[in-house]
Every structure is written in C-alpha cells, then in structure tokens.
C-alpha cells in the first residue's frame, strides 16, 4: 500500500518527456532533427520508442532501420519504432498505449507537413492522457526563413500552453530569421522556459548520404568515406553543446 507521503513524492515527480519534432510545414528539416534527436538520446544512453506519422514521405524510419536498403528491416539498437496515422483520431489512443507500455524508452514523435492539424484537432487527447502515465510534450519546432512556419508556431503554442517548446532554427535557411527574431513568438515561448537554437549546419554531401543510403546518424560514422565522416562527427558533437543540457533536465 502507498502511503500518503510517498503518494505525495510520486506526484511531484518530474514527467519524462515525449518529444514531439514538428514545424508545420515542409521542408523545414523536421526529418533532420529527429535523427539528430534520436542519435543523441541514443548517444546518452537511452533506449527510444519512435513514432513515425510522415505515412508518405518516411525518411526517418528508413534511416533508423538496420538495412534500410531492403525494407523492412529491423530497427538499430536501442530503438523500436511504430507507424501511425494522425489523421485517425484511434491512433491517438493507441499511441498512449504504447507509451505506457515501454516506460523506460525516451519518447521521439516525428511529424509530417500539415500535421499542425491533427495536432490541433486531437492534442487534448495527449494533454489528458500524457500526465496519466507520467508524461509531458517537449516541442522541437524547425523553423525556416520564412514567416508560415513562425505562424503555425503561434498555433501551436495555442494548443499546448503550458508545455516547454524549443525553437530549432534550421541554418541550412539562415542565418537570419527576421520573422522569428524579436517576435512575439519568440518572447513567448522562452517566457515560458523554451530556448530558440541554431541547428549546425550539416554539409549537403553527408546529408544526401544518410537519406540516399538510408543510414542513420550512428551507422554513417561506421561507414561513409573518411572525409565525410570527419564532417558527421563535428556536426555530432556540435549538436551535443546544443541539445545535451535540454536533453539532461
């Protein structure tokens, strides 16, 4: 039986989070930032239940696969992945579900272009249901140059008000983001403890390799040439400054 001062501790337990990769609107470099996520959540030692719902446009899953070649294929180490389709309002409830059932893996949710709606559509049901299994929403939000992807954020932050949510700033479309940089957008969301980063800039070369050759970020440091790999492994741990102290709240 739990007594009331141990009920008291498990309630002021700090939540795991379930990271949630979204932006909106295409080609922002959300697939990018998941695999960044997952290789550093994998990197510190955590096991990763990932959720892929881009349905047409599956470059995450492919990476992560152990031979992505030749589809389907077993997921690397230390990842189990599901596909789900966020238009149907039952994947909602089935994703809870399976959250709940792997309470040891650091939760990544990747996201397509336009699923801004769905999450709008069915966020209480993660708002409910997340703090039941002892879970919260951290948002990574991939932001480009332009303002459509500053707008939905807006929207998003609509939707889940009190959730911590980071700004990734995509340097591929930067340096600057005017419509970002000293917004309202911006003074929201790191009022509320979220903090706006310049993803490093990967050379297109290594990044045609992981989505051409289907590797993940771990399986491109064992394999591509050693100019590249010398390029991924600066990237890495210029991503580790960025995210490890997030990562490590």
Known sequence: MINEATAIEIERAPLDPVYLVAGGKGGVGK???????????????????YFETDTSNADVWFCLERDGKNAPADPIAGVVMHALDLELPDSWGLMLTLIESHPDHTVVLGTASQSDKNIRRNGDIFKIGLPMIRRNVVTFWVIDEQRDSVMLLKDHLD???????????????GPHFPYYEKSDVQATVESKGGVSLLLPRLPLCVVNSLYSERLSISQALETLPIGNKVLLIQFRNACKALLRPLLSR
């Open 31 to 49: 697939s990018m930032m998941a695999l960044v996520l997952i290789d550093q959540l994998l990197w510190m030692g955590k096991k990763v239940l």
């Open 159 to 173: 939707v889940f008000p009190d959730a911590e949510t980071h700004v990734i700033k995509n340097s591929k479309h």
